[in-house]
């Protein structure tokens, strides 16, 4: 088998996604997917990865593994490292549809037939447009969609939670903290503003008890004391964990936030590649380690570091607040990693558009998610999106 040519699609309607198809000469197509910035990502798909690629056997997905980053890019979550990502998921769909086997089968089989998922509290319309740091009014269009849920944890999250648990979804994340860190610049905040901010987990605790788990997501807008300071006020919500407190580019101060409090610190989304996750877990203070495959590395990468973190006894979640495609292949890693226990979903997100783009979705049910059926992935892009008037579609 040969790859013979690589497809980059993009919509307009949803400017931060690539979907990337790999086209072989026995008619079999890999489908992978990365998030953010596509077009400096589709710029590396076709001047670096696709001259090497094409003409190659794309079963050997780990002797391709070097080539597909370049000589630069190769550092964190970079448009090299999440062209490559794209590249690598499309590379294990194709492997497990020449063999007629899903992709958790390639991955060594299931540990577990479903696992448990969280809701990341976003609306139908979060970071639809190209995202910034910040909360640029948190996302929340005039346009409201089924399960305008970032909404809901500001002005009224007691129901909110009621209406996950009657989904049976028992874990929820939400990032009330900023709007303070929007006014300062992640330098300050005021007792009136930490006030604010812990209201939501107050009212959420007093409606619902223990029965949800609590994530609190921090967004890496913080600066060490701060970030120390809003730990120390969680710490009497026992939440799950609390997500990226600082920017993530100077590690020793992740390493004293750890120590200040006894908060469980969860980290590593936008980092990419075994290196950088070695450096997080010799932390020895972590409590989680995210991992965005789309972003990190791809199923290779994921898969690896998933192994590596057990050797550090550290649970592995892996992010989706992107696309249909990235979900899928993280509950296939979900489903064949034993140091993962939770999957994210943005339920807005899964009850809404992802199914416009894809054929078929994981099957969440009773607060636990599984694959679709089928070979590799089990998915496919529907088709009526090679016909869109806003669809680009980059060949080589």
């Keep these: 088998m040969k790859v013979t040519g690589i497809d980059t699609i993009r919509i307009e309607e949803f400017p931060n996604l690539l979907f990337v198809e790999i086209k072989t000469d026995e008619g079999i197509v890999g489908l992978g997917e990365t998030f953010y910035g596509p077009l400096s990502s589709e710029a590396h798909i076709h001047e670096i990865i696709a001259p090497y690629l094409i003409g190659k056997n794309p079963l050997n997905i780990e002797k391709h593994q070097k080539n597909l ?41 299931k540990v577990r037939d479903k696992i448990r998922v969280y809701n990341t509290c976003a609306g139908p319309n979060y970071i639809r447009k190209l995202p910034i740091q910040g909360t640029n009014n948190f996302g929340i269009t005039d346009e409201q969609g089924k399960y305008e849920d970032l909404k809901a944890f500001l002005e009224s999250p007691a129901e909110l939670a009621h209406s996950l648990l009657d989904m049976d979804i028992t874990a929820m994340k939400i990032w009330p903290f900023d709007f ?26 007093e409606a619902v008890g223990d ?145 416009n783009l894809v054929t078929d979705l994981p099957i969440i049910n009773k607060g636990y998610i599984d694959v679709p059926e089928g070979d590799g992935l089990g998915l496919s892009l529907q088709q009526d999106i090679y016909k869109r008037s806003d669809v680009h579609i980059k060949s080589s």
């Design 211 to 355: 029965k949800v788990d609590i994530m609190a997501e921090l967004h890496s807008l913080w600066n060490k004391p701060q970030a120390i300071k809003i730990c120390n006020e969680l710490e009497q919500f026992n939440l799950m964990w609390i997500e990226d407190p600082v920017f993530m580019d100077h590690l020793s101060s992740l390493s004293d936030l750890c120590k200040a409090t006894s908060a469980p610190i969860a980290v590593g989304e936008t980092r990419g590649g075994r290196a950088d996750y070695r450096s997080l877990l010799e932390l020895n203070g972590l409590a989680q380690v995210i991992m965005d495959i789309s972003w990190g590395g791809g199923i290779s990468e994921a898969n690896k570091v998933s192994s590596m973190a057990e050797i550090w006894h550290i649970p592995v979640a892996f992010h989706d607040c992107t696309g249909p495609v990235t979900l899928t292949a993280s509950t296939h890693l979900a489903l064949s990693n034993s140091n993962c226990h939770i999957q994210e979903i943005v339920r807005a997100f899964y009850f809404g558009w992802y199914e």
């Design 69 to 109: 980053i370049g000589y630069t890019g190769f550092v964190g979550s970079s448009a090299e490292r999440r062209g490559a990502s794209a590249i690598d998921i499309a590379l294990w769909d194709l492997w497990g549809k020449a063999t007629s086997q899903p992709l958790y089968s390639l991955l060594g089989g």
């Design 180 to 205: 303070a860190a929007e006014e300062s610049k992640g330098q300050y905040i005021s007792s009136s503003e930490m006030k604010k901010a812990l209201l939501p987990f107050e009212k959420i605790r």
